[in-house]
């Protein structure tokens, strides 16, 4: 297990060869864009060559840290750049279904920040323009490309936790700071479209579709205060097609108790063994197969790749992981994961939690896969 966890933390930090092929990527949002572009020093088979946002200030910040990028305040001038095949959004949700089509439209590929869309015409119309354009696009949910994650994908896809059982995950997170930064948060959006997409996403990257969703909703004291449309705080049960369940949980109004609980955390119980994957902590336990309880924690040796520095500064690896990913799977024409599609099914499966928690009542899926056309 040591020489292979080595393996893959010399894959990560991009012990190899000098990559063949790159291509030009430009981002749209520079707050959590800018996050990736500090990150692609840690990719070789994708450059930044373009950045876009409509803030002047965040612009001039972003061009005097990458000289060599090319700055813009419009969208088309970036999807007309003929140096650019795939575009980066981290724009504010809302904007995430017009801005993917455009780029869709403009022939590029595209990267696009979890939630994929947060609307059922947007889903649809993402849907029908991905459809129509033949451009691939990959949904940036992180926390599948942060190293615990990677690693208890690989050892589930070894047949490790023999038949899987049961899936429990949660993402709890104060988020005051978040409302004051970015107000749109509060009321032009819902949480199961923000946080919760985490543990969504994780739940059905290992039950595969989901056939119907139960949830409660509540909304805290923090987010009555900064004016929360819905709720903040969710638990939800969900059960596969084949009959499978798995629990999620959400809360964002909170004050965490880190040492006890990580922020993100996924469970996998299996019928023969168990394991975890937690964030922001970097461990990953599990149980072998006689029975002793293991704890990889590599932590030191990579929170500079995963960190950028001594504290959790967040996403800078999973970003930098996933794009890598994206950006080779284009290259060789190779599969990856979450496609457009998977993206729009995780967001039916997000509404159904949203209406679910609405109504008091359980919501099937198949139906809202079936109104936006997937």
């Not at 060599?68 to 999807?79: E, G, I, M, P, V």
């Not at 991905?130 to 690693?151: A, H, I, M, N």
Request: glycine share 8%.
């Amino acid at each position: 297990m040591r020489e292979h966890l080595d393996s893959k933390i010399k894959e990560r930090l991009g012990e190899h060869g000098p990559a063949i092929r790159t291509l030009g990527l430009g981002v749209v949002g520079l707050h959590e864009g800018r996050t990736l572009l500090a990150a692609l020093n840690r990719t070789r088979h994708i450059r930044a060559v373009a950045a876009c946002d409509i803030d002047k200030e965040k612009l001039a910040a972003i061009q005097r840290e990458f000289p060599s990028l090319n700055c813009t305040l419009h969208f088309q001038d970036l999807l007309a750049r003929p140096d650019v095949d795939l575009v980066a959004i981290y724009t504010p949700d809302a904007l995430h279904g017009t801005l993917t089509v455009q780029a869709f439209e403009a022939g590029k590929d595209v990267i696009c920040t979890k939630p994929l869309v947060n609307s059922m015409v947007d889903a649809e119309k993402v849907l029908q323009a991905g459809r129509k354009s033949g451009r691939k696009l990959l949904v940036g949910q992180s926390t599948r490309f942060f190293e615990p994650f990677q690693r208890q994908r690989e050892a589930f896809e070894c047949g490790d936790l023999g038949g899987l059982e049961l899936v429990d995950a949660h993402y709890t997170h104060r988020m005051d700071w978040y409302y004051e930064k970015s107000p749109w948060v509060a009321t032009g959006t819902d949480w199961v479209f923000l946080g919760l997409s985490h543990p969504v996403d994780l739940v059905r990257w290992y039950l595969g579709s989901i056939d119907e969703v139960q949830a409660y909703g509540y909304t805290s004291e923090m987010g009555k205060r900064y004016g929360v449309r819905g709720f903040d705080v969710y638990v939800v049960n969900l059960r596969g097609m084949d009959g499978k369940i798995a629990r999620v949980m959400g809360h964002y109004g909170l004050r965490e108790l880190p040492s006890a609980r990580n922020s993100i955390e996924l469970m996998l119980y299996g019928s023969k063994n168990s394991n975890l994957a937690q964030y922001h902590d970097m461990r990953f336990k599990y149980t072998s197969d006689d029975g002793t309880e293991v704890c990889e924690d590599p932590l030191y040796q990579l929170r500079h790749y995963y960190f950028n520095s001594e504290t959790h500064g967040m996403h800078y690896g999973e970003f930098a992981n996933y794009s890598e990913y994206f950006a080779r799977a284009l290259i060789n024409g190779s599969p990856y994961s979450p496609t457009l599609e998977e993206g729009i099914e995780t967001f039916c499966v997000m509404e159904a939690v949203r209406r679910a928690a609405q109504s008091g009542k359980p919501v099937a899926v198949k139906p809202l896969m079936d109104e936006v056309g997937l």
